[in-house]
């Protein structure tokens, strides 16, 4: 659609207090396959862009206490962009989000083996689906519209065998703006063998809108009294432990720049912050907070539920000014933090992680709320 013709429908949209969701294409893969983009519109004027190449979240533009809008989050302007994506901004990403201990797990009595895909610490694991994972392949997405939200659900179904996991899974990722300012992902799954899955949203967020400054200085809380030690392969060892007393103490709110240099085990593997954290189910309704994220500067600020047990935050430590995106800018060290609502890390490999085996005849559901405000 003609750029002129989507912002009239934009103004109309603003003026009748409505939500929308308009579709285009966006461009074509390198074997000619055309790839939508959908804009989401509310009535209070967000804006969010998703695309069916890797169920990604291009943009959200939210406002600030003063009204201004600007894009939250890092990635990139083209199709040709996103095709370069390897740090998973905005992604959907599976079949296992996060990481599995050497590629391998076992299962009813068989043991699978996934490409080892990264090596933290010199250590190898599977990390975010493996080679081709949910992020780099073609969903295909359709738009709904109802009274105060409107979205598009995308469907992929993943073959038996596909990056070494078994089971085909059949997937429905959803993603809605409604006129609460909350943009909601869910994801949806069956299968037809016993598989293990994750499946994680995956956006760098930085609430300031200025993808030049560093997220030290947003402050963050986690409803969690526990997060998950590692070993220096961030692969977790397998209990959890209390938070109380340490850096990964944000139980009230801090400055993630305020400890995060501190001497600290967790800290020096993660080089920074990049652990699980155990979420205690402080309920709200029957979803479970997980996280606030506030911008001192601009007053934006975000918050998280979920249905699921666990909350990776990941401060933007392997950023390092290799990536280009959005604007030309660069994206330096800690330009962006993810807050990833997931099962446990490695849980097909630890018997106290809750199970992420799902069997035939079983749903996955995973949901994940974004509450956006300015304060
Ligand atoms: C992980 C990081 C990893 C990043 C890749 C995050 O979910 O926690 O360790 O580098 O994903 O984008």
């Not at 190898?124 to 689906?129: E, K």
């Not at 899974?169 to 006129?179: G, K, P």
Request: aromatic share 10%; glycine share 12%.
């Amino acid at each position: 659609m003609k750029t002129s013709i989507l912002k009239i429908l934009i103004a109309a949209t603003l003026m009748f207090g409505v939500t929308q969701a308009e579709e285009s294409i966006f461009g074509k893969l390198p074997d000619g396959q055309e790839v939508k983009i959908f804009v989401l519109t509310n009535a209070s004027g967000m804006t969010v862009k998703v695309t069916e190449y890797g169920a990604i979240l291009v943009s959200i533009e939210a406002a600030d206490r003063n009204g201004k809008f600007a894009d939250l989050s890092h990635g990139y302007d083209t199709l040709e962009g996103w095709l370069t994506n390897t740090s998973y901004f905005g992604s959907t990403v599976g079949r296992f989000g996060n990481r599995i201990a050497d590629g391998k797990f076992s299962l009813d009595g068989k043991t699978y083996e996934l490409a080892t895909n990264n090596d933290p610490g010199g250590i190898h694991c599977h990390l975010h689906g493996g080679l081709k994972g949910y992020d780099k392949v073609l969903w295909k997405g359709e738009t709904f519209e109802k009274k105060n939200s409107s979205g598009v659900i995308f469907t992929y179904t993943s073959k038996d065998g596909d990056e070494g996991y078994p089971g085909n899974l059949s997937m429905e990722v959803t993603y809605t703006l409604n006129n609460n300012n909350e943009l909601i992902w869910e994801a949806k799954a069956t299968t037809d063998a016993p598989t293990v899955l994750n499946l994680v949203h995956h956006s760098y967020w930085n609430l300031s809108g200025d993808a030049e400054t560093s997220i030290n200085d947003h402050e963050l809380t986690l409803f969690a009294d526990h997060y998950l030690p590692t070993n220096k392969g961030l692969i977790p060892t397998g209990d959890k432990a209390p938070v109380a007393g340490t850096p990964m103490d944000f139980t009230k709110p801090h400055l993630i720049g305020e400890r995060v240099g501190d001497q600290f085990e967790a800290l020096k593997f993660g080089g920074g912050y990049d652990h699980a954290w155990v979420l205690s189910g402080q309920k709200e309704g029957e979803l479970t907070r997980a996280a606030k994220l506030r911008d001192p500067k601009t007053g934006r600020t975000m918050e998280i539920l979920t249905n699921q047990p666990a909350i990776q935050f990941y401060g933007g430590n392997f950023l390092d000014g290799t990536v280009t995106g959005k604007g030309e800018i660069t994206y330096e060290h800690r330009t962006a933090l993810c807050l990833e609502t997931e099962g446990w890390p490695d849980a097909p490999n630890n018997p106290k992680a809750p199970s992420a085996i799902l069997r035939p005849g079983e749903t996955y559901s995973h949901k994940m709320v974004h509450r956006f405000s300015a304060e």
